[in-house]
C-alpha cells in the first residue's frame, strides 16, 4: 500500500486491544540482515543529504548511530548489537504528518539500500506481528494496527 499514513493512525497502530497506551519505543528490525550490512547502511545513512547523523561511541559499549530524518524525530540505530540490524524511535515524537513522512523516508532508505525488508514491531514485542512492513522490492508500506 502506498496511501499516505496520518501521524494519528501512525500512533493509533501502536495501541494495544485492551486499550492500554503503547510503550513509547517501538522495535524495528532489518529482516535477515548481517554484520557485514552494518558499513554499507551506515555509509547510504551518511550520505542522505536530508539526515543529520551522530556517532557516539562510550568505551567497549555498543555504538550507537544516531539519525534525525526531520528535525524533532530521532532514530537510534544499535550497530554495536551486531546482526541482526535494529533500531527505534519514540512515538511521542510523531506529532504530525511531516514526521511521519520524514520517518517513512528513513525506513525506506534503509530498506532500499540493503534490499531488505524493515519491520516494526511494539517496544518489546520480539517475535510478535509487525505493525509496519516495508517491502525492499516494490518500497511499499503496510501498516497493520495491534488493534
Known sequence: MNHEISAAAF?????????LE????????????????????RDALRGALWTRVE??????????FVVWPIDGVQVNFF???????????????????????GLLRLFRL?????????IVRAEGDQGGPPVLHIDSGTGDIVLSPLS
Not at 510503550?23 to 558499513?39: F, G, K, M, R
Open 11 to 19: 500512533r493509533w497502530a501502536f495501541q494495544e486491544a485492551n486499550g
Open 22 to 41: 503503547p510503550l513509547v519505543l517501538p522495535d524495528v528490525e532489518v529482516i535477515d540482515s548481517l554484520e557485514a550490512d552494518i558499513d554499507t547502511l
Open 55 to 64: 556517532e557516539q561511541r562510550a568505551g567497549d559499549e555498543a555504538e550507537r
Open 79 to 101: 550497530f554495536g548489537w551486531g546482526a541482526p540490524i535494529e533500531f527505534d524511535f519514540d512515538l511521542r515524537e510523531i506529532v504530525d504528518d511531516e514526521a511521519v513522512n
Open 110 to 118: 534503509v530498506s532500499s539500500a540493503l534490499g531488505k525488508d524493515v
